[in-house]
């Protein structure tokens, strides 16, 4: 496995008074008008907080409430957040660093964190440190009774996706601890994938006798590549040859690892995945930079067969989420991370999502809600 760097709790504290990124020098006017690009404004966000701002593109994923009570006292979710002094966007929404320069900088936090998504105790070393992952957008993800963690780290011009069962546990002195280890299961023979692409989805029971998949990229005209095994039977370049999926006009990206649906719906999954226009930014940002990654961030619902050709069968309007500073806008970058099926209420979705690469949030979802807007293809919500 790649290799854990700590961080003292105090350096970040240092570090952000040197580079002079401060999260109130943000820009509330980054949106752009949901009307004019008729997308849907949905569900009632819910800012989260870390311990080291500005941090961004969160995971949450509810914890097992036998675990949680011998964690720490209230816990009831796992987070972590993607933090990165040389990339964030608080300040200007753009950064003139070069790409390498911006990518040293990548560390992932965890945190466990209540009902209320406010911090209860940091994931720390054995020495009190924070621990850092190492990679950049990760997601956490319950498949049955198994916490898997997965995500993205960049070295020496190629792209590495790691995956790593997780287990958690508290010392004497009621500190958190993390340990990663290679998942055990007959369909996985490696921990990493070079240069298959990013926002990679799981697709898992948690049963050992159930087949292990990773959902790749969504392809044209209406399906996804899903490949059973890690590593998959077909190389990256075989599946980097599928056309890609285009919605208005734009390519759709993945975003997280879909949800089955069973057993209300037996043989289907949910997923979201996005766009970005790169076309509206405000005038004082233009006049600075370009985002790094794309702005006029769309996202979509979409509903999936679990059986090859992995055909999608349903695409919602576009959507987002009311911007905290204006309700009737989108922030220009709104990336979901991840989406929990709650396991206390099934019924409900917990979306977790990074805002204008900078600040996170979450909001929860009726599943019906969503399978009515998504199936429909309504343009209200």
């Known amino acids: 496995l790649d290799t854990i760097i700590m961080f003292p709790v105090w350096l970040a504290a240092v570090l952000l008074t040197v580079h002079g990124i401060q999260v109130h020098h943000y820009i509330p006017d980054a949106s752009y008008d949901a009307h004019n690009f008729n997308v849907t404004l949905i569900g009632e966000p819910t800012m989260i907080e870390c311990s080291t ?25 796992l987070a972590a957040w993607r933090f990165n002094i040389a990339e964030s966007l608080c300040r200007n929404l753009a950064s003139p660093r070069r790409q390498g320069r911006r990518r040293l900088g990548m560390r992932t936090f965890m945190a466990l964190l209540d009902e209320h998504f406010e911090t209860v105790a940091p994931i720390v070393t054995t020495n009190g440190l924070f621990m ?16 898997l963690v997965h995500g ?10 790691t995956l790593s069962q997780l287990t958690l546990g508290a010392d004497e002195k009621g500190m958190v601890h993390c340990n ?18 990013k926002n990679l989805g799981v697709l898992w029971s948690g049963d050992p006798d159930v087949p292990f998949r990773i959902m790749y990229w969504l392809k044209s005209p209406n399906h996804a590549g899903v490949y059973r095994g890690l590593p998959p039977l077909a190389t990256a370049s075989e599946i980097s040859k599928l056309p ?14 879909p949800i089955d649906l069973a ?20 005038a004082h940002v233009k006049k600075i930079n370009a985002t790094n990654h794309g702005n006029t961030y769309m996202s979509y619902f979409f509903v999936m067969r679990d059986i090859e050709p992995n055909e999608v069968i349903a ?16 922030d220009i970058i ?10 206390s209420d099934p019924g409900v979705l917990l979306v977790s999502y990074g805002i204008n690469d900078c600040e996170s949030a979450i909001v929860k979802l009726q599943l019906s809600h969503v399978l009515r807007f998504a199936l429909t293809g309504a343009r209200k919500w």
């Open 53 to 77: 701002p500005p941090c961004f593109n969160p995971s949450l994923v509810e914890l097992p409430a036998s675990l949680a009570i011998s964690l720490a006292p209230n816990a009831r979710y």
């Open 132 to 147: 850092d992952l190492h990679m950049v957008d990760v997601r956490l993800e319950s498949h049955g009774s198994t916490l």
């Open 152 to 161: 993205m780290s960049y070295h020496h011009g190629s792209m590495f996706w």
């Open 180 to 197: 990663l280890s290679s998942l055990t299961h007959p369909d996985v023979h490696q921990s990493t994938l070079r240069n298959y692409g």
């Open 244 to 257: 890609p999926l285009y919605l208005d006009g734009y390519p759709a990206h993945n975003n997280i690892s």
């Open 263 to 282: 057993p209300e719906h037996p043989g289907l999954y949910l997923g979201v995945m996005h766009t970005h226009w790169d076309t509206v930014l405000p």
């Open 315 to 330: 695409i919602s309007a576009p959507f987002c989420f009311p911007s905290r500073f204006q309700s009737s806008r989108c």
């Open 334 to 343: 709104q990336f979901i991370t991840s989406i929990e099926r709650l396991a």
